[in-house]
């Protein structure tokens, strides 16, 4: 066992896990915070990464270790977080992704949403390449990443007040005269 | 009474949708996003054990002996079972039980389970399937579908036959001799679809749990909860309603969770006899050796057609790789037949589709099981009928259109049938007539359209009961609890349900709250496949709100002294039509009809009016709507690399009324995805030994943000006679004519016709090097003679 001290979604925490541990399995059956995702436990489909210092991780690929000294969120921490800065409901990035459809099944998106965070953060207006390539470590089964590059878009442009960017079937459906919002 | 006798298409009061039509977030979205929503392997109990499966190393072996004492000793394992503890065969298709949890005498791919250890953490499990000792008798191992096909012995699993034949049917229809005797053109030609498996990133888990009453719960990642509960009672030999079965939030499926697995029936067993609750959760590599993905097929096809490009008949051979069992494989033989006949009508149609057992994972239903391969085939085929007698493709299809309410060459009934305007959406949307055939080299657009069900009147088991049941419970603060056995495996069918029924109680969204896939709580629907969810569970839905809604309605009238047709439920209110001043909130309207009528409840079901053709398997494919759709893909063909890039698709869907056109542009998006990630990417493909090729998702290259096209969701909306408010499937049909579509494209783009799937650049560079020979060749023929094309 290793005593491992860091902060968690901007609460100290001293715990201890067995020194092979990773951080998915501290995060995950340490700390009950299941919200981080085991996809493949290889590094391969982004479904468990969280931010450490702001840059996302594959936290199936870091030693429990590596959280020593770090600040670390993950997907439970967006909405508090977003919260103790004022804001109201959860983080941007989280209402865009839910308003936009992009949580089908869900499973990869606390990843999705965590590397889009991390990306707005450093990037607030990034390009579409930029927001595809700042993705491209986190795969998606269910959405054809069509949705979720509408949420990354629409989050964009709430935080520059600009209109939210329409999709391919509303704008037909416009065309049509059948377009009626919720 | 079946809801579909009760309601049509149209909106509950009469005019406009309050709530369908909308793109209303999901009911379950912000638990997602933020983290809250429990999925299997985020389930942990106090004392639980965690089990893992000891697997075949051999394609094909006879086991000789286990031995288990080693590992039993080994301190924290505190259960070892092998085949000869849970012996029962169980299958998902009655008639084909030929699995078992564990290996009971013999193996049959690489990753069949063969023991099962549970242990107080997986390193301990993990040390204790090391210290188990089976000795193996090898067996010959097929790996190639024909070979399985002409060789009987050994044969895979014994059968009467003593052949390796899992299913085999051959039908006809019409006069198919005589049609490709006196067509004006018959094409030929042969066709391969590879592998390919579902990917869904939540592996498979299950956890089990028995109480002090000796009460079984089962939670699992499962799309068919009832087939689970069915199975877990059938093979452990114990009463169904001791089992509790419950799908918590489930991280996608694709059918690939579609079959009772190994996990359900092992981490239950364990728990019973250890008296601990017990985990097993799939690495991604055994998900992979689970798989149940899409069949391989080798297709010969031969159409007949005359110069007006009306099919005069389609005429089909189909050998099936199934994979080492049965899985839905009968279901899937006859699908790669029955369900080509639309959207064109043929007067003559025959196939013979013979599905192969090997020694391979098995195959299963993968989105748009069964149809998938043979709909490129044909659709590949189709446009070299156009091409020959010199029609445009779309132009060829809509020629070829079956119409609406009408009847299938098969006998399948259709009702409602938006093809045509699919085809005129995707033609203005990618600019058809101003691009193809006109771009530069390499570059180019191809056109296929297909069809398929909305569930199926076939319900596994034969039974008259409701294949959907929903039962409502309404609280005194407005609340309305809707209990579906549906099983929402990220498609988004619990929110469907709540908005069918805010719709028809006039409710808003934040009143109605979904339980569902719980056997213990929810009536039973038959679970997430064959595309069958919205419309069934869906009118199910309408069908109990309706019931309550009569309630609700008659003890207003009756208060308010006017005729129930005043009353109208909308927004959270009722409210006097007549004089809207007069207006009551929802819960103090269900307070009403309590007073009157006791306490407030309802049920509601679906079963599907009786189909199909009136042979052996016409009920197979007939279901009570199909959908439809047509693809354009736009493809860029590198002709010295032989790289195929995408950049666009358009593609427009029929799916009846749209209930959430978001959540049905987001169904379409994710098909399209899906289906040209199999045509270009994704190979699920063994080795000589029957290895599998890459078990992980870097080596089976699901695409990523950067590799994905930009894809046109297009919504057409028919209108279905008996779909839930004219409702039909979204979530399936998508995928079949992306990738004919994506052949036909490189075939403008570069006069290449690709039958072989996956298109990996060294296919497309051969297929050059082809081309060029043959141009050649004829270059040297015509110099000498002047030649007439054939048609």
Not at chain 2, 776 to 784: L, M
Request: charged share 20%; net charge negative.
């Amino acid at each position: 066992m290793r005593v491992i001290r860091f902060v968690l979604n901007g609460d100290p925490v001293e715990t201890a896990a067995p020194a092979h541990w990773t951080l998915l399995e501290l995060l995950r059956y340490g700390l009950k915070l299941t919200g981080s995702k085991q996809g493949c436990d290889k590094g391969d489909c982004g479904a468990c990464t969280v931010l450490v210092g702001g840059k996302p991780i594959l936290a199936c690929l870091s030693l429990a270790a590596r959280a020593e000294g770090q600040e670390i969120t993950t997907i439970e921490g967006l909405m508090p977080l977003h919260k103790s800065r004022g804001g109201s409901g959860a983080d941007p990035v989280q209402e865009a992704f839910d308003a936009c459809g992009a949580l089908q099944c869900g499973f990869c998106q606390p990843g999705m949403m965590l590397s889009t965070r991390a990306l707005l953060n450093q990037h607030p207006q990034p390009s579409r390449e930029q927001i595809q390539a700042a993705l491209s470590g986190n795969l998606c089964r269910c959405t054809g990443y069509t949705q979720i590059l509408q949420a990354v878009e629409t989050a964009i442009a709430q935080s520059t007040g600009a209109p939210a960017p329409q999709p391919a079937w509303a704008r037909d459906r416009e065309l049509q005269g059948q377009e009626p919002q919720s | 009474m079946a809801a579909r006798d009760q309601h049509g298409p149209q909106a509950p009061w009469g005019d406009a949708f309050q709530v369908v039509g909308k793109p209303h977030r999901k009911v379950d979205g912000m638990a997602k996003a933020t983290g809250q929503a429990i999925y299997t392997d985020d389930i942990q109990l106090p004392g639980m054990l965690h089990a893992k499966l000891l697997r075949s190393p051999h394609a094909h072996a006879n086991i000789v002996s286990i031995d288990t004492q080693k590992a039993r000793a080994i301190p924290g394992v505190h259960a070892v079972i092998t085949g000869a503890d849970l012996p029962t065969r169980y299958g998902v298709i009655p008639w084909t039980m030929d699995e078992t949890a564990l290996a009971v005498d013999k193996v049959r791919f690489i990753g069949d389970p063969v023991a099962a250890v549970a242990a107080v953490d997986e390193d301990t499990a993990n040390l204790a399937l090391n210290a188990i000792e089976v000795e193996y008798e090898l067996l010959h191992a097929y790996l190639d579908p024909r070979e399985a096909l002409e060789r009987g012995e050994p044969t895979i699993h014994a059968n009467k036959r003593g052949n390796n034949v899992s299913k085999q049917v051959d039908l006809a229809f019409g006069d198919v001799d005589e049609a490709l005797e006196s067509a004006d053109l018959v094409v030929e030609g042969d066709y391969s679809f590879h592998g390919s498996t579902h990917g869904a990133i939540e592996p498979h888990c299950a956890v089990a749990q028995v109480d002090a009453q000796g009460l079984l719960t089962l939670w699992s990642s499962t799309q068919i909860t009832h087939y689970v509960h069915r199975a877990l009672a059938h093979v452990l030999d114990l009463p169904a309603h001791r089992i509790r079965v419950i799908q918590p939030s489930l991280g996608g499926a694709f059918g690939g969770k579609s079959d009772p697995f190994a996990l359900e029936f092992v981490t239950a067993k364990m728990a019973q006899m250890t008296g601990r609750p017990v985990k097993m959760l799939w690495t991604r590599e055994e998900v992979f050796y689970a798989h149940r993905g899409r069949h391989p097929m080798q297709m010969h096809y031969k159409t007949a057609a005359d110069k007006d490009g009306k099919v005069r008949a389609v005429d089909a051979k189909i050998l099936i790789d199934g994979g080492s069992y049965s899985s839905f494989g009968l279901v899937t033989t006859y699908y790669s037949g029955q369900l080509l006949t639309g959207p064109y009508a043929f007067p003559a149609y025959r196939f013979d589709s013979t599905r192969v057992f090997t020694n391979k994972p098995p195959c299963g239903p993968k989105r748009g099981h069964g149809s998938v391969q043979p709909r490129f085939a044909f659709e590949v085929q189709l446009d070299e009928v156009a091409e020959k007698l010199g029609i445009d493709p779309i132009e060829i299809r809509r020629r070829n259109y079956l119409g609406e309410h009408t009847q299938t060459v098969n006998g399948q009934r259709i009702t409602s049938n938006g093809f045509l305007e699919c085809l005129d959406k995707v033609e203005r949307a990618s600019a058809w007539k101003e691009r193809h055939g006109k771009l530069p080299s390499g570059r180019g657009l191809g056109v296929a359209g297909s069809m398929y069900i909305s569930g199926t009147n076939y319900p596994i088991y034969p039974n008259d009961m409701p294949q959907a049941g929903i039962q409502l419970k309404v609280d005194r603060s407005g609340l309305v609890m809707v209990f579906t056995g549906g099983n929402d495996i990220g498609q988004g069918s619990n929110s469907v349900v709540a908005y069918l029924v805010a719709e028809e109680l006039g409710l808003e969204l934040d009143a109605v709250r979904v339980i569902a896939a719980d056997t213990d709580l929810c009536p039973v629907d038959l679970g997430a496949y064959s595309s069958r969810v919205t419309f069934m569970v869906g009118n199910a839905a309408i069908d109990a709100a309706r019931k309550l809604r009569k309630l609700v309605v008659q003890a207003l009238a009756e208060k308010w002294e006017v005729p129930e047709q005043r009353v109208r439920l909308v927004g959270g209110f009722a409210v006097d039509l007549e004089d809207p001043e007069r207006h009551v909130p929802s819960r103090e309207a269900f307070q009403l009809a309590e007073a009157r009528f006791d306490t407030l409840g309802s049920t509601g079901s679906y079963n599907t009016p009786t189909l199909g053709g009136d042979y052996r398997g016409g009920t197979i494919g007939a279901s009570p709507a199909y959908s439809f759709t047509a693809h354009i893909v736009e493809v860029e063909v590198d002709e010295e690399t032989g790289r195929i890039r995408v950049p666009k698709v358009w593609c427009a869907h029929d799916c009846g009324r749209a209930l959430n056109p978001m959540l049905v542009a987001g169904q379409i998006e994710g098909s399209v995805y899906m289906g040209i990630a199999e045509a270009l990417l994704e190979n699920h493909d063994m080795n000589r030994f029957g290895l599998h090729a890459g078990p992980s998702l870097l080596d089976y290259r699901m695409p990523t943000t950067i590799d994905t096209p930009e894809i046109e969701a297009l919504i057409v909306e028919s209108v279905d006679p008996e779909g839930p408010y004219g409702a039909k499937e979204a979530g399936e049909g998508p995928l079949h004519s992306a990738i004919p579509a994506l052949s036909n494209a490189i075939f403008d783009a570069c006069g290449i016709r690709l039958r072989h799937l996956p298109f990996t650049p060294a296919k497309v560079l051969a297929a050059l090097r082809e081309k060029r020979a043959r141009e050649a060749a004829d270059a040297s023929v015509s110099t000498s003679t002047s030649s007439t094309p054939a048609v």
